[in-house]
């Protein structure tokens, strides 16, 4: 399995331009996640899906992000118009009922898009 | 609301036994992760505890006591490799797959 693939890796751009970030996760997963990390706030919930609804938004800082889903299997983060306060790494994660034998609940997280505003 | 804590920073010798805590308070409670991240990577599952005791797997082990609000990460025979930051995380409830991470704990493995 490929696991939870995100892109880009990286991405430097200027305040007030239009970012996107994408996530693929796992197959069979039902459950998407995106966190975002910083120094300052640790890992926060921004947002996340199950069976591609939007199950709690709360964590969204502001209209200024955006999350869909269109299918199963792709996700996306927007954040427009962009600010430096955004800078941080933004992980994707996704998970399913069953894990093995026990129900960990465990999250399978992507490598992350580390986001840079200007 | 929710908080957790831990410790920011913990440093041990190789070979040696370390315990990381983690305290919540939560208004509801349904189990206890713990992940670890090395610098510049994503957060990995390592543990999980739902009913009081300990869980072991290899050289970590994790604890649980729903009654204190408490658990704790528990690494043996320590190596280089295992220099890494180290995260609680909480979940709420059995209708509630997200989970709520601590500010974790950065462990220093020295030789």
């Known amino acids: 399995d490929a696991g939870v693939i995100q892109s880009p890796r990286h991405e430097v751009t200027e305040m007030g331009q239009e970012v996107t970030l994408r996530c693929k996760p796992i197959?069979?997963?039902?459950?998407l996640f995106w966190y975002r990390q910083t120094m300052m706030r640790g890992l926060e919930l921004l947002i996340y899906f199950n069976n591609n609804v939007p199950i709690d938004d709360s964590g969204m800082p502001e209209d200024r992000f955006s999350a869909k889903m269109p299918n199963a299997s792709f996700s996306t983060l927007k954040i427009q118009p962009s600010e430096p306060r955004d800078s941080a790494v933004y992980f994707c994660?996704?998970?399913?009922?069953?894990?093995?034998?026990?129900?960990?609940?465990?999250?399978?997280f992507g490598e992350g898009s580390r986001l840079t505003v200007l | 609301g929710q908080s957790l804590e831990q410790p920011s920073e913990v440093t041990a010798v190789e070979g040696a036994i370390v315990q990381i805590n983690c305290t919540y308070q939560t208004s509801g409670f349904y189990g206890l992760s713990w992940y670890q991240q090395h610098d510049g990577g994503a957060p990995t599952f390592l543990s999980y505890n739902a009913l009081d005791g300990l869980e072991e797997t290899g050289r970590f082990s994790s604890f649980l006591s729903r009654s204190d609000s408490y658990g704790y990460l528990l690494l043996q025979e320590l190596q280089m490799k295992d220099s890494a930051s180290y995260f609680c995380?909480?979940?709420?409830?059995?209708?509630?797959?997200?989970?709520?991470f601590g500010s974790g704990t950065r462990l220093q493995v020295q030789p």
């Open positions: 995380a909480v979940r709420m409830d059995t209708g509630r797959r997200a989970l709520t």
């Open positions: 197959s069979g997963h039902d459950y």
């Open positions: 994660a996704s998970s399913t009922l069953f894990t093995g034998t026990h129900n960990t609940g465990e999250l399978f």
